[in-house]
């Protein structure tokens, strides 16, 4: 009986280190899906174990009633990026049901065009387009989860902003109100992946930098918090204190983008939302 259960601890410690995860993952976006996940998202993920399968359906600027006028009618209007052992490949012209059917997706994410994702009446194709989605995907365990962007720098000047009066927190805000109201109306999504909290969490630590443009992430910072959130929520592990950080941050950024990450997550998971 003593040798059984010696064998058996043998056998559960030996075989514990190899559940590592091999995930697939799809982005149905655009530049914000591009911002989070082409680089940095894989190294943290091999990091700690880890490997992931990238893909990122692109249309800058795209939209969820273009997606799903793109996927009802078969356009071939995608920039289809690929990211497998760390390396991407780009396929042009591709369409989205070719990109849905080249992998068994563990999970897709959604998210809505940036100047619109605090506008709730631009969400009424949503549950059409993630049917739609689920009709042609080959994992019939697939997991949809929901990407929450991120609001604009303060200093944002283009019209895109107006809806929001210039107002980086009248956005935040807007965008928080709109997810929590609008996808438990639509419903199963197994997850939200909170890039905006991230990142305005980082803002107040490192000050309002993380964007090259005053939408789109910074190379360094930005993107990196907000690869961060993608991982900690796909592979379920906390992201504090991963070795993996670009040449252009230092160590003392890494840690703060991290640890906003992990807030960003525990936040979103406890129903915790920064309120202005």
């Not at 070719?98 to 959604?110: F, K, M, V, Y």
């Not at 059409?128 to 000047?157: C, G, P």
């Not at 956005?171 to 928080?176: E, K, R």
């Not at 999504?189 to 443009?213: E, M």
Request: glycine residues 6%; charged residues 15%.
């Amino acid at each position: 009986m003593k040798k059984s259960a010696v064998f058996l601890l043998l056998y559960l410690f030996t075989f514990l280190p190899l559940s590592a995860k091999v995930i697939k993952v799809l982005a149905v976006g655009n530049s914000f899906s591009q911002d989070a996940v082409e680089q940095y998202l894989y190294e943290l993920a091999e990091a700690q174990g880890d490997s992931l399968i990238i893909g990122n359906a692109y249309i800058g600027g795209c939209s969820i009633d273009t997606h799903y006028d793109n996927l009802l009618n078969e356009k071939p209007a995608y920039i289809y990026r690929k990211v497998v052992g760390g390396v991407k490949a780009v396929r042009r012209k591709a369409t989205l049901q070719s990109i849905i059917r080249d992998e068994q997706w563990d999970i897709i994410t959604l998210q809505q065009a940036s100047q619109l994702s605090g506008v709730s009446s631009s969400y009424s194709n949503l549950a059409q387009l993630k049917r739609l989605i689920q009709s042609y995907t080959t994992n019939l365990h697939v997991q949809f989860m929901w990407h929450m962007t991120w609001a604009y720098a303060e200093d944002f000047t283009q019209d895109r902003f107006a809806p929001y009066d210039y107002d980086q927190r009248k956005m935040y805000s807007a965008i928080v109100s709109t997810m929590q109201n609008v996808l438990p109306a639509v419903g199963g999504f197994s997850r939200i992946i909170p890039s905006g909290i991230a990142i305005q969490l980082a803002r107040y630590r490192l000050g309002d930098i993380l964007n090259r443009d005053g939408f789109h992430l910074s190379y360094a910072l930005g993107r990196y918090t907000a690869a961060c959130t993608w991982c900690e929520v796909l592979t379920g592990r906390i992201i504090d204190g991963n070795r993996y950080w670009p040449a252009t941050i230092s160590t003392e950024e890494a840690a703060i983008c991290q640890q906003a990450a992990h807030e960003a997550v525990f936040m979103q998971q406890s129903g915790r939302y920064m309120v202005f």
